[in-house]
């Protein structure tokens, strides 16, 4: 059974960064094939796409409002895969998600197209 665990959330003022981590584990298959994506949702709000890597770490997606803010890497040796989050404004404050899919670029913001998701972790950004 594949398992995404999230790590890396925690409470930072405006202006400032954090990285969250995404373990894959359970994997009887190469993460290669998978594009990976970030997600967040806020209380009372829709899961809102942030950001996602195609399969090779060669392309990535970002939502207009952390384009130029975030940054996200994968490793696929071990797979895990990164959310650089720079800048952060307390609008940015969430539940972070990463997830799986097997489903191209025209997917990726999707929340309904991806097969596996890890329970998130909570970013918190103070004013």
């Known amino acids: 059974q594949v398992q995404l665990a999230e790590s890396g959330g925690g409470l930072v003022q405006a202006g400032g960064s954090l990285r969250l981590s995404c373990a894959a584990s359970?994997?009887?298959?190469?993460?290669?094939?998978?594009?990976m994506g970030w997600f967040r949702q806020a209380p009372g709000k829709e899961r809102e796409f942030v950001g996602a890597?195609?399969?090779?770490?060669?392309?990535?997606y970002y939502a207009d409002s952390v384009k130029g803010r975030f940054t996200i890497s994968r490793d696929n040796d071990q797979n895990t895969v990164s959310l650089q989050m720079n800048s952060l404004k307390p609008e940015d404050t969430a539940v972070y998600l990463c997830?799986?899919?097997?489903?191209?670029?025209?997917?990726?913001?999707?929340?309904?197209?991806?097969?596996?998701w890890g329970q998130g972790t909570q970013v918190t950004v103070s004013s």
């Open positions: 997830a799986l899919t097997r489903y191209g670029s025209s997917w990726y913001a999707r929340a309904d197209m991806y097969d596996y």
């Open positions: 359970g994997l009887t298959f190469t993460l290669s094939g998978f594009a």
């Open positions: 890597i195609s399969w090779s770490g060669g392309r990535t």
